[in-house]
Structures are given as C-alpha cells and as structure tokens.
C-alpha cells in the first residue's frame, strides 16, 4: 500500500437540529483498501457515506481528498465545477437502487459510455468499444449493449451500474447498499464480482452495508456505528472474530458465521 | 379610447426597446449564451415569431429594409403577416431580395445567398434550451450550460447512432458557439448549419414565449456537435430546383397529384427567383421570367 | 409549368373579413353593444381582466366582443394593450381589509365580527333553466341595507391576534416586490413573483391543480378562511406630493385558506396559508389560486415536492393561457422544411434496410 491516505476524515458531525445524523468520525483511508461501515438502519452510516461523498454538506469537520496532481483537497471548498468533474471521473457512486445511479431510458452501451462522453471523448467506435470491454467485465454480454436497463435484471442492472462507474479508472467508489434488494444466489455472484474488479483494478471503496457477510467478504477494515457514532472501528476479521463492544458482540452472534 | 390607434414606432415603447438591446449586447458579449429578457406581450401569439419580432422591433430603424421569410420564402401567411405588421406600425421598407435587405427576421431558414457584413439576421426561436428534451428543469440546465456539462449532449447523439446508424437530428441541430456554449440554432433543417459557421452577418435569436435572446457575433466559430468517426453530415438532394436548376441548395418537395408525382423546388423563393431572372432554367422550369413575375410582391 | 401556390396578403385579408362577418352574426339581429357585454355578461369581463392583468372594464368587454367570446382570444387582445401602455409608477398596496364588502364569508367560524354576507352569488341557486330569462322580463331591485361603513376585519387577523397563524408574509416591510411583466422569471421565484404569475394564470389550469391537491396530490388540508368580494381603493404615493392620492376603486376577490398547521422544537404550531387575489369576481380563481399557491410553499415548509401542483417550475412555466394557446396553435404554421429533413431522412434508413449496400448518401462536410 501507498504511503499517503487517499482520505483525510477529521471530526466529521452532521446534526440536523438536535438530532445526531452523524458525530465526529475520523478515519484515513488508504490506497487499495476497502472499508465497510455496519451499523442498523438508523445508525448514521448513510449519513455519514453521503458528507464523504460530498452528497451532503456536513456540519463540522472536514474531509480531505488526496488529489491526482498530489496536492489534499479540502472537499467541501471545492468548486461546484470541481466536485462534479471529481465525481463523474476519480470516483464512483454505486446506489441501492441501480434506477437511482442508471439512467433508464438510455441504452446500456450509452449508460456505460456517458463519462467518457462528458469528459470530452467524442469517437462513436471506441467509446463504444470501451463499452463493451466494461460491459463484458462485469458480465454482461456484449449483444445486450443496445438494450436499456429497464429490460435488465435486478443484478444486472447492479453490474451495470458499476461498470458505468468504472469506466474512467476512478481510484475511489462509494458503495451504499449495493447488493440490497437482491436475492441471495444473486447477491453472492455480485460480490464475487466486486471483490475481483477492486483488487484486480487497486480501488480504494467505501461501502455502506448492514450486512456483516458483505463487510466479511468485500472488506478489509470496518467500522460500526450506532446513533451516529463509531463505536467500534479496526480490521475486519479482528472486529469480527473479536469483537469488543456489547452491541458488535450483539450483531456478531446475531449473524450466521461467515 | 383613442390611444389605441397611437403606437409607438415599430410598436414597442422605447424603454422596452432599450431594455431588449441591452439584453442583445449581452448575448453578443457572450456568444451562445441565453440572456433572460422581459419579453413582452406582443400582438401576435407565442409560438409565431414574438421573440423575432421583438428583436427586430428593438434595431430596426426608419432607415432600413426589412425582409421576412418563413420557411425560406417571402409569401408564406406568417412572413406575409409579420411584414405587414412593420409596414403598419414602422413604415418601413420591405423587399424580398435577400441582398437588399438591412435586417432579415426568419423563421426555420437561413438564405441560400451568402450574408454580408451590414446584414442582421433575426431568427424565430420557439425552444431556446437545447437540454431542454433531456433535462425539462431549468435551475438544472443552467447549471448544466455554466459547468459546460454537456455529456449528456452526446449521450442522445450516442443513442442515435446505437438505433438508427445516424444521427437522426435533421433540424434544430445543435452547435458549439466559440468553443463554449452549446446552442440551439432553431429549426432550420441541419443543412443550413455550416451557413452560421464565421458569418459576416450578426445572427440574432429570439424566443419571446421562454424569454431568451442570444446570438452570434460575425465571424464567431460554430460546430455542430458529432463524433469523430460520426462527423456532422447536411442533407444532400440528389436533383437540382425544377424550377431554376440550383444544385447545392435546400429544396422543397412538392407533391403535384394524388399518383405520387411530385417536384423539387428551392425552399429559398427569393435565391430561386433571382437565378431564374437571370436566365438559369431548371428541368420544369420556364425559360422567361414567368414564374418570377408571379411571386414578386 | 408549375407555379407555387400564393398564399400571400389577399387570402389573409379575405379571412379577416369573413371573420368579421362571422362575428356580426345575422344583421337581422340587433349587433351587441360593448355596454351590454360590460353589464350583462360581467363576469366575463372580470375574467377577461384578471387573466389580462389590466383592469379596465370597457376594453375588457369590447375584447371579449371583437374575440367572438372567445375568452382565452380575449385576454390575449387585452395583453397585447396592456403591453404597450407606459408604466407610470406602482400602487400602494391594496388594503383588503378596509374593503367596501359585498360578499364576505368564511367557513371557520360560525359567526364572526362584520357577519357572513352573501352576496350576488350562485352558490344555492337551484340551477334550473330560467324561462323568464328568454324575454327581458322585469327584475326586481335587490334588497338594500344601511350599514355603519366601518371595515370588516379580516378572518386571518382574528387568527393572527391570537399568533394561531403565520403571519401575512415573512418578508421585510421595505421589500420591493419583483414585477414579472418588467423582469424574465428565474425560477425559483420568490412568493411574490409567483402569485403575480398565479393571478394572471388560467383559470381552469390552477382550477385543476387545486382540486388535485384536494384528491391527494400534495395534501394541505385548506380551510376556507375567508372568502372576499368587494371594492378596494388604489392608491398611489407620488414623490412631488410626499403622501399618496387615490386613483380610484376597482372590485377584488380576495381568498385566504387556513392550511395544516406547523411548527418546529424551537417554533410554536400555526397555522399555514394561502392566498388568493383577483380583479373582479371570481371566487372559483382566488379560491384555486390559494390553494396552489400553498402548494407551492412546500419547500418553504420542508415538505416533500411529490405532486405537480408542487412543481413550481412546473406550475408557473405552464400557468400562462396566452402562452399556451400561442405554442400549441403554431404548430399549424408551416413545418415543411423540418418535415423534408425528417422525410428524406426516414426515406434513406428505410432504403438502407432493404438494402444494406446503400451506404449514407449524405454529403460529408
């Protein structure tokens, strides 16, 4: 692993009036790894993925990002230009609903295609081709690159979106949910595929999940939450196997083992 | 009651004439760029060239010639109608020779003959936003034009090609202004694209219904968004005018009887007219001035 | 030979003057008098005004005539006017409250201050075809009574002593309000903005979008608070004088809903409101005006936008009749240059797939 985190979280709070979304969270994040946050519906974890991604303004604290030319950015003084052209090319965003990251009255290939389009590639053939290269990595065979989403599976539509988000070599993707609403077979199909494109491509994911099994399998560090704070953070298998807090005993043993 | 015979010259009161010019100085600073304006109610209905009429209305002096077409010719009803309002409310002088006029308000066409430098071309703009079929909300495309972000532009074109093989837009065909702002230039068929490209004449545009006027300077850069491999192509008929024999020009289909037979016939009447006066002669046309004689004014 | 057909100045002025012959009807027919329409058919010509934003009975009736009673044609001649009309200066604003009242009731309180007064309304009249109407059959003066003169308070501000109701508006008093026939629309508009566009908006566009909310589309529960019919006196503050003088009397509606009541930890609950203002009488346009104009409050409220009559880009950019009727009639006008690109377009895929040597014969640039 690099030397310098990739993500700098300094006392990050958002309250919306006297209720606690999430409470001063610290964390770097490095290079290549991946991090879960578990925790209940209700826990902060959504919350606390939206202030990262930018999605949200928080209330206090900051978020550094280390950029491409190597110089940390304050994200929350990023212009409005900044952060958009951040989002649509060194990060990913892969949504619960894949309807809320897809565009679905667009064709996959277009889905698939448009961050190239919107940074400036304009040769049909090769974006195109780099469709299909994406398209076939997570999956999807290459005769389906004209049909929209709307004719796709739940987990396709799943793989879809992440090859839409894949495309421009981001070095960071935010995960919320992503194998939600999926049936088991699927979802286990799923996060094989995910755990191969981040360690075959080095990426570096944030993934939002109540489901200890995902954290297990997808992770190498976590986090646990609980009304809005970390109560628990440390290497995945440590926490799990060991861990040290009352309520991730309580959600451990309440889980299958893995 | 009496007031009501009373207007103004060229309808318009002079604050809201002064008030459109700075709104067209704007746009002329920032080609492409749709300025919001208080455009006001006019006597003709939205949709039929109140935004064209506003412009003209507001740089029209007692001085020059007003042309107007609609659909690259002089007689049809609304070209007909809009001229005969500036008659009635500037008295001003009308022609239907494209070289002779000062200002030209037109609707869906841009002439056949090259414009000059002292020209102003004044386009009827129904839909000003060309993200407005991709995105309806205008606190998005706002956002979309002062970000540049136009990959969506290009999605819709991607989409075209996916479906089709082409691109399948033939009118309102949108461009790039000065490397800029993605701009809608109208509905003129995608043919008269390349005649806005570094234009000596002022292209200005109008859309009185949405409140918007932009324009393009003289001499300012205009590509048509394509793709490389894709590249922006113009209709090409495949046949000269019936009537004058022009090639190389946008023609109109006319359908002659109930069997199916029909013509082709330059959309632009005046560039028809004039190359018939002098003597050019298409397949079914008249050697003599005859057809000519017929629709001058 | 081919020669194009003309269309041209002739055929245009034959249509007018077939129009004009269409609009005077039979000449055995005594032809109707801008006095009649202003007399008889007055609530024509109040909507005629309202809908114009230019209040003038005379021109709104011989509108209304020279239309063929074509309402929304009607309001569209009365705007084009109003346009060309200098601006002088604005109002002072209108205090409904000390309103020379010809109808006022409200649906929150039984009895209140001022009393419910009904007024020339058509609300319990049995709506049976009136014979009598045939011939100009002699109509008794209606019944008169003396009053005080003194103003009827308004419902909201019984609500208002008491602090059960937000108050009028939360702008600053020294707010200059926008003039949307001066400035372009940027949406998102501010209140005042939005209810100049709502009082000039079709009828029966905010008619609809009111009963939607009232079906479930953006609930707001709506009370009517009052209900408003009289004549207010406009005033206008002139600098050389340093006081304001009246211009005159015109007749409004005024309709203000009492909404589902909010209120926060740090803020006690009130209730919320709408409001409606018209020229003229219209109880069904003030009425839907307030209830959408709450509508559109949602985001003020931290309520969820999820029905259309919350949209407000929505709303206000599809509100205008004269804007509407002007866009989708032009699609009469002419299109044939659009049509032979798509046609020649159309032509050329449908040829490529029967045949597909054909390669694209367009001409590269």
């Known amino acids: 692993m690099n030397s310098t985190p990739l993500l700098k979280v300094q006392k990050l709070s958002k309250t919306y009036g006297q209720r606690i979304g999430c409470k001063d969270v610290s964390f770097e994040l490095w290079p290549g790894e991946v991090l879960a946050i578990v925790g209940e519906s209700g826990s902060g974890k959504t919350t606390l993925l939206n202030c990262l991604s930018t999605r949200l303004d928080a209330t206090s604290g900051t978020v550094e990002y280390h950029m491409r ?21 060194d990060w990913g965003f892969v949504h619960q609903n894949p309807a809320d990251g897809l565009r679905m009255t667009v064709s996959a290939g277009a889905n698939v295609g448009e961050r190239l389009m919107a940074v400036g590639h304009r040769h049909y053939g090769r974006i195109r081709d780099a469709a299909t290269d994406w398209l076939s990595r997570v999956e999807i065979g290459a005769d389906r690159i004209d049909d929209q989403p709307r004719a796709f599976s739940g987990g396709m539509r799943q793989r879809l979106q992440i090859a839409r988000n894949l495309i421009t070599g981001p070095r960071l993707v935010f995960m919320d949910e992503p194998t939600g609403g999926l049936d088991v077979s699927v979802q286990a199909r799923l996060l094989d595929l995910i755990r191969g494109l981040v360690h075959d491509l080095g990426l570096s994911a944030i993934i939002v999940t109540h489901d200890l099994a995902v954290a297990r399998l997808l992770s190498h560090r976590m986090m646990v939450m609980k009304d809005g704070h970390v109560i628990e953070q440390g290497l995945t298998d440590r926490v799990l196997d060991d861990p040290r807090q009352p309520y991730t005993q309580l959600l451990v043993s309440s889980i299958l083992q893995v | 009651m009496s007031a009501l015979a009373t207007y103004n010259f060229a309808y318009l009161d002079e604050q809201t004439k002064r008030m459109i010019r700075r709104a067209i100085l704007k746009a002329i600073a920032i080609p492409g760029y749709q300025v919001p304006f208080a455009s006001r109610e006019m006597p003709m209905p939205y949709g039929w060239g109140t935004g064209g009429v506003q412009l003209t209305a507001a740089i029209l002096g007692p001085d020059d010639v007003l042309k107007v077409i609609d659909q690259g010719a002089d007689d049809t009803t609304n070209a007909v109608s809009i001229r005969a309002f500036f008659q009635k409310v500037a008295a001003v002088a009308v022609t239907t020779r494209t070289a002779e ?25 129904p839909i000003p936003e060309p993200l407005r079929f991709l995105e309806p909300r205008e606190t998005e495309t706002r956002q979309m034009h002062a970000l540049s972000e136009y990959g969506l532009m290009h999605v819709k074109l991607y989409e075209d090609i996916a479906r089709n093989g082409h691109i399948a837009t033939t009118y309102a065909y949108p461009v790039m202004v000065e490397g800029r702002y ?15 490209h570094r234009s000596q004449a002022l292209q200005l545009f109008g859309a009185g219904r ?22 922006f192509t113009i209709q090409h008929f495949d046949r000269p005018c019936a009537l004058c024999g022009a090639e190389g020009v946008y023609l109109d289909e006319v359908v002659l009887d109930d069997r199916g037979s029909r013509m082709f016939v330059c959309s632009d009447t ?28 | 030979m081919y020669v194009a057909v003309k269309g041209g100045e002739a055929a245009i002025a034959n249509a007018h003057q077939l129009l004009a012959d269409r609009r005077r009807g039979a000449r055995s027919i005594p032809a109707l008098t801008v006095a009649q329409i202003g007399e008889q058919l007055g609530l024509a010509v109040d909507r005629v005004m309202a809908e114009a934003s230019l209040y003038d009975r005379a021109l709104a009736a011989l509108s209304i005539k020279q239309a063929r009673g074509d309402m929304i044609e009607a309001i569209f001649l009365l705007r084009a006017y109003r346009t060309t009309l200098p601006r002088f200066g604005y109002s002072d604003p209108v205090d409904t409250g000390a309103m020379e009242i010809e109808r006022r009731i409200s649906a929150t309180y039984k009895d209140l201050p001022g009393g419910q007064l009904l007024g020339p309304t058509f609300d319990y009249t049995h709506r049976l075809l009136d014979p009598s109407l045939l011939e100009d059959a002699a109509v008794a003066a209606p019944v008169r009574r003396e009053c005080g003169g003194e103003a009827v308070g308004r ?3 019984i609500l208002g002593d008491e602090g059960l109701i937000e108050p009028d508006s939360r702008e600053p008093l020294d707010k200059v309000p926008g003039d949307i026939t001066r400035e372009p629309m940027d949406f998102p508009l501010s209140r005042d903005e939005r209810l100049q566009a709502l009082a000039r908006g079709d009828e029966g566009f905010l ?13 707001t529960h709506p009370f009517a608070g009052e209900i408003r019919i009289g004549l207010v006196e406009v005033e206008i503050e002139l600098p050389e004088l340093g006081f304001s003088v009246s211009l005159g009397e015109i007749r409004v509606t005024e309709c203000q809903s009492v909404n589902q009541f909010k209120g926060s930890a740090t803020e006690p609950p009130q209730f919320t409101r709408g409001y409606g203002l018209v020229f003229g009488q219209s109880e069904r346009k003030a009425m839907a005006m307030a209830l959408v104009d709450r509508a559109l409050r949602a985001e003020e409220f931290g309520e969820d936008i999820v029905a259309p009559a919350q949209d407000e880009e929505f709303v206000i950019a599809h509100s205008d009749n004269v804007q509407a009727t002007g866009f989708v009639e032009h699609l009469k006008l002419p299109h044939y240059v ?8 159309v032509r050329r895929m449908r040829a490529e797939q029967q045949d597909p040597s054909t390669a694209s014969r367009e001409a590269a640039e």
């Open chain 2, 270 to 297: 005046d560039h028809c007219e004039t190359r018939r006066a002098e003597g050019h002669v298409g397949p079914e046309g008249m050697p003599s001035g005859y057809g000519a004689k017929e629709a001058a004014e």
């Open chain 3, 155 to 157: 419902v909201s501000d």
């Open chain 1, 69 to 89: 030319d190597g110089a940390y950015r304050d994200l929350a003084r990023l212009s409005e230009a900044e952060r958009r052209f951040l989002m649509r090319t």
């Open chain 2, 182 to 196: 993605v701009m809608d230039p109208s509905p003129i068929p995608k043919f008269d694209n390349p005649k806005m």
């Open chain 3, 207 to 219: 008619l609809a979008l009111a009963y939607s909310t009232q079906r479930g589309y953006a609930r």
């Open chain 3, 338 to 345: 659009d049509f032979q690109a798509e046609l020649d377009l």
């Open chain 2, 210 to 231: 949405e409140k918007r006027i932009y324009a393009i300077p003289p001499h300012t850069q205009v590509v048509s968004l394509d793709f490389e491999d894709h590249p």
């Open chain 2, 101 to 125: 006029a000062t200002i030209i308000q037109t609707r869906h066409r841009i002439p056949e003959a090259e414009l000059t430098a002292n020209q102003v071309l004044v386009y009827q703009v």
